[in-house]
């Protein structure tokens, strides 16, 4: 089986336009690919209601239907930046939307998280994200007049990326060795992470680890690639 991963792209943000994402999407049919697993953060902010949509998030969900409708299985891994898109108006767009999501290419096992909340030290953090998706917050946002809205979702944002800023500053490797060692004695022989700049596989002892850039390209697990050697290495970047 292979599967696509897509993590942080940060459409109508720092990540720019569609375009290049979405040609990329339309590849995925001819190269094989069965499950496509979108690991947060897709767009700068996504909120679950027709009164945020933009023009890119539109030909996004009519991009991921139309993978659906070819067989392609998709499942969103809710981002900081994911705001009810669980039983929204594009919940058709995905197979499920989850906190994380696990699978297996050729006996090995994957564990797939945005990553945001691994740090159990950043409590702040944790407590503002706790806040943005709550179900009070949810009702604000949906039923307060657009513009007013979109102030309280950009200034929440701002809030968490502001007390996260201390760890996100350099890379947690604490953080993420402490939570890496007690969701792979889950069973789990590659945990891969999101948000925090890179696309992270992070490896059960002794298999290694790669780092590969998260700026939302598709990247694919190969079932082809030998996973003897190490299991964090087949990862690949899609021309």
Known sequence: MRVALIADAHLSGPGGPAGPLLGQLAALPAQGCERLVLMGDIFQAWIGSPRFETEDILKVVDALRDLRRQGIRIEYVEGNRDFFLKDSVYADAFDAVVLETAFEV??????????????????????????????????????????LAHRLVHSTERRLSQTNFKHRAALPEEAIRRYAERRLAEGHDVLLLGHIVQLVGVAEPGRGREHLRGTGEVQQV???????????HDLVRVP
């Open 106 to 147: 050729n006996g090995v096992r994957y564990l797939a998280v945005h990553g945001d909340g691994l740090n159990d030290k950043d409590w702040k953090y944790r407590f503002w994200r706790w806040l943005s998706k709550s179900a009070p917050v949810r009702f604000v946002v949906l039923h307060t007049p657009r513009r």
């Open 222 to 232: 190969d079932p082809d690639r030998d996973h003897e050697d190490d299991a964090a």
